[in-house]
């Protein structure tokens, strides 16, 4: 006889494929919340900075911080190698052009001087020794001379005596010719001393003239060895204040070694650094406002350098009008550079918030304050203050403006 069995669980087999359907909806919507939903983040309201946007006047400056330097500054380097043997001035000190900065010391040098003296002295000796020499010769070659022109004169006569007696047969033909021949020897005695004269003068003239040119050329070598000995004391070339100087006793300096700086302190200007963001709208000529001592000061752009060096790229201001009387070479100044004129525009505060989004999106805080969500904007200029709002904020809203490196990209803050 068959025996009837019951189900346990008859209601699966009449609910089961609800109940499984239901199953795997609620799987899909767990999973296209994990894949695609909205992320949240919870976070302690009081460690955030939340700021209202506003709408206002929109003043299109970068605040700046520069430092006083002058517009001209003078190396002050070593001509001679020596030894700092004595420093006349500290570095502050005003000088003046030719005082005495440093004082080295240089042995060799010194010897060589020695040298050159003796030199000098020995070649001078020898040139008047020479010139006495000439004059001995040229005085007896002038008696010498004498002489020739009076045997020349008296061996004329007697040859004219002879040839007269010759002529009336009262002397030999051999008295005749002797005389004839004497007079002769005589004339060309005379005419060979005068051409040796001659030769005697031009050449002296040139042997001294080229003995007072090489003692010319040593009184020059000397004068230029002395020069040297002075250069051994380290002069101030202009008027100014000494930066620096960067030697100390008993160090050795070489020729041409930098030992310090002079200011030239009748030209500053102030040297700031821009971050790049800004390359494309700084040009020499722009206006920019300081203050010293309560006093307020205008600046212009002078000078703008094109190397960016670590995000920045350099630039040179100049002072218009009075310098204040305090100004020192190192002195910080804020600088406020203006960019354009100001505008009205949506602003919201400054933070660290545009390092972590790039000014891309920002979260907003909802009307009751216990939420917040990411939203895209659009930021334009900045100043020290403000961020100028193109699109995607509208005032009176709130926005967090601390940072958001620790939100993991949540779309929604639970605050």
């Given at each position: 006889m068959d025996t009837e069995i019951k189900q346990k669980y008859p209601f699966l087999k009449k609910y089961g494929w609800i109940v499984g359907a239901g199953v795997l909806v609620a799987v899909a919507v767990a999973w296209a919340v994990s894949v695609g939903g909205t992320k949240s983040y919870k976070t302690d309201s009081s460690a955030l900075v939340i700021e209202e946007v506003c709408q206002g006047s929109f003043d299109d400056y970068v605040r700046l911080n520069g430092k006083v330097e002058t517009g001209v500054i003078v190396q002050v380097s070593a001509l001679e190698t020596g030894i700092v043997e004595t420093k006349w001035v500290e570095e502050g000190a005003m000088v003046n052009k030719g005082d005495i900065i440093l004082t080295l010391h240089n042995p060799a040098l010194r010897q060589q001087i020695l040298d050159s003296e003796s030199q000098l002295a020995e070649k001078q000796n020898m040139l008047r020794d020479t010139e006495i020499a000439m004059e001995k010769e040229r005085l007896q070659l002038?008696?010498?001379?004498?002489?020739?022109?009076?045997?020349?004169?008296?061996?004329?006569r007697i040859a004219e005596q002879q040839s007269t007696l010759y002529a009336e047969n009262l002397v030999s033909r051999d008295e005749y010719l002797?005389?004839?021949?004497d007079f002769d020897l005589?004339?060309?005695?005379?005419?060979?001393?005068?051409?040796?004269?001659?030769?005697?003068?031009?050449?002296?003239?040139v042997q001294v003239a080229m003995m007072k040119e090489s003692l010319h050329n040593m009184q020059e070598n000397f004068a230029l060895v002395r020069q040297r000995a002075d250069n051994l004391n380290i002069r101030a070339s202009h008027a100014g204040q000494l930066g620096s100087l960067s030697v100390e006793l008993g160090q050795n300096v070489g020729s041409g070694q930098q030992v310090g700086q002079i200011n030239i302190l009748d030209n500053y200007k102030v040297a700031v650094s821009i971050d790049e963001h800004?390359?494309?709208?700084?040009?020499?000529?722009?206006?920019?406002?300081?203050?010293?001592?309560?006093k307020p000061l205008d600046l212009t752009l002078a000078k703008v350098y094109p190397e960016v060096s670590q995000g920045q790229f350099r630039a040179d201001f100049k002072i218009d009008g009075v310098l204040p009387s305090n100004i020192r070479v190192g002195q910080t100044y804020?600088?406020?550079?203006?960019?354009?004129?100001?505008?009205?525009?949506?602003?919201?505060?400054?933070?660290?918030?545009?390092?972590?989004?790039?000014?891309?999106?920002?979260?907003v805080v909802d009307a009751d304050g216990k939420t917040a969500r990411r939203r895209p904007v659009r930021i334009g200029r900045q100043n020290y203050l403000y961020y100028e709002v193109l699109e995607g904020l509208e005032p009176g809203e709130n926005v967090i403006t601390s940072s958001y490196s620790n939100f993991k990209d949540a779309d929604v803050l639970k605050l």
């Open positions: 002038k008696q010498d001379l004498l002489a020739a022109r009076t045997d020349l004169t008296r061996k004329s002797k005389a004839k021949e005589a004339s060309q005695t005379f005419e060979l001393l005068k051409d040796r004269q001659h030769q005697d003068s031009l050449y002296r003239s800004y390359i494309d709208r700084v040009a020499p000529g722009l206006s920019a406002r300081s203050s010293r001592s309560d804020s600088i406020d550079l203006v960019l354009g004129e100001p505008t009205d525009a949506v602003m919201v505060p400054k933070g660290t918030f545009f390092q972590s989004s790039g000014g891309r999106w920002v979260y």
